[in-house]
T-cell receptor, first 113, second 115 residues
Framework: AQSVTQLGSHVSVSEGALVLLRCNYS??????LFWYVQYPNQGLQLLLK??????LVKGINGFEAEFKKSETSFHLTKPSAHMSDAAEYFC???????????FGPGTSLSVIP | EAQVTQNPRYLITVTGKKLTVTCSQN?????MSWYRQDPGLGLRQIYY???????DKGDVPEGYKVSRKEKRNFPLILESPSPNQTSLYFC??????????????FGPGTRLTVL
């Protein structure tokens, strides 16, 4: 069965510092991987996703994630945190592009001025 | 404007009273899905649909039904709602889930309370 773990339910970074949100997955087949963001009291937004091809995926708002099969990881990074990045971030996995999606528990990102 | 709409946005109902939450998209997307979000349990997928008349169960389908008679609409039906279905519900659509460049659009959410 697929599963997703996100290390750190809450992460704090200083404004301008590197953002690193960790995601590890379990899947019996090559996975499809996603990062979603939910800003305070708002809906959901897809940040980026990996399906096939290049393992470094660039998303919106300066975020990117790298698929590392050997480490079963898909960590999300951003070189320089902005106050507007404060939000809840969810990693998710799917076995195919048309399959059910399993979410991680989420990581709340705080950005300190 | 590309959008996914959900109605109602807020609903308070009682146990056992059938209800439908509508979801509609104006982008001619093939793929649509429903999610629920609960404190402490995070996000979970309920049902998804790859195209008209093609639906499949997500992670937590129990107590829900869906239909996809038209490409633009994907209603979520609670035949006999129970208090454990109190949640925040999101509908979403996308055109090509298999492509890295595909964008998924979410509805604004429906906050359901079942008393």
């Amino acid at each position: 069965a697929q599963s997703v773990t996100q290390l750190g339910s809450h992460v704090s970074v200083s404004e301008g510092a590197l953002v690193l949100l960790r995601c590890n997955y379990s899947s019996s087949v090559p996975p499809y991987l996603f990062w979603y963001v939910q800003y305070p009291n708002q809906g959901l937004q897809l940040l980026l996703k990996y399906t096939t091809g290049a393992t470094l995926v660039k998303g919106i708002n300066g975020f990117e994630a790298e698929f590392k099969k050997s480490e079963t990881s898909f960590h999300l990074t951003k070189p320089s945190a902005h106050m507007s990045d404060a939000a809840e971030y969810f990693c998710a996995v799917s076995e195919t592009s048309y399959d059910k999606v399993i979410f991680g528990p989420g990581t709340s990102l705080s950005v300190i001025p | 404007e590309a959008q996914v709409t959900q109605n109602p946005r807020y609903l308070i109902t009682v146990t056992g009273k059938k209800l439908t939450v509508t979801c509609s998209q104006n982008m001619n997307h093939e793929y649509m899905s429903w999610y629920r979000q609960d404190p402490g349990l995070g996000l979970r997928q309920i049902y998804y649909s790859m195209n008209v008349e093609v639906t499949d169960k997500g992670d937590v389908p129990e107590g829900y039904k869906v239909s996809r008679k038209e490409k633009r609409n994907f209603p979520l039906i609670l035949e006999s709602p129970s208090p454990n279905q109190t949640s925040l519900y999101f509908c979403a659509s996308s055109s090509a889930p298999g492509r890295n460049t595909d964008t998924q659009y979410f509805g604004p959410g429906t906050r359901l309370t079942v008393l």
